[in-house]
Nanobody
Framework: QVQLVESGGGSVQAGGSLRLSCVAS????????MGWFRQAPGKEREGVAR??????????ADSVKGRFTISQDNAENRLYLYLQMNSLKPEDTAMYYC???????????????????WGQGTQVTVSS
């Protein structure tokens, strides 16, 4: 059973930066689509970015393009997902979740229902 644990959330002023990390354990192979989702109070959860663990095309929500960068690290015996968030805005305030689904080669599907594994989330708060 794949387990995902996020870290790196916190409070920052508008214009600041944060880097979120997600570490995976319990996997038996490394072919996954991994992504970041977020949910603000009173709003539905939305996809932020995703990438395959073997690299390749990255996908971003329009609201974060040019400000956020997703990356992955599957060297040796580790599997990590990162989200570098720059130029943060108050509207980026949300609980951020790491999620994954098994796919040997592709990460084309970004629907939440496709993501099988979820972390517990890490809070990001951006003040104006």
């Amino acid at each position: 059973q794949v387990q995902l644990v996020e870290s790196g959330g916190g409070s920052v002023q508008a214009g600041g930066s944060l880097r979120l990390s997600c570490v995976a354990s319990g996997y038996t192979y490394k072919g996954y689509c991994m992504g970041w989702f977020r949910q603000a109070p009173g709003k539905e959860r939305e996809g932020v970015a995703r990438v395959h663990t073997y690299g390749g095309t990255t996908f971003y929500a329009d609201s974060v393009k040019g400000r956020f960068t997703i990356s992955q690290d599957n060297a040796e015996n580790r599997l990590y997902l990162y989200l570098q968030m720059n130029s943060l805005k108050p509207e980026d305030t949300a609980m951020y979740y790491c999620a994954a689904y098994s796919d040997r080669d592709y990460c084309d599907t970004g629907d939440q229902q496709s993501f099988t594994y979820w972390g517990q989330g890490t809070q990001v708060t951006v003040s104006s």
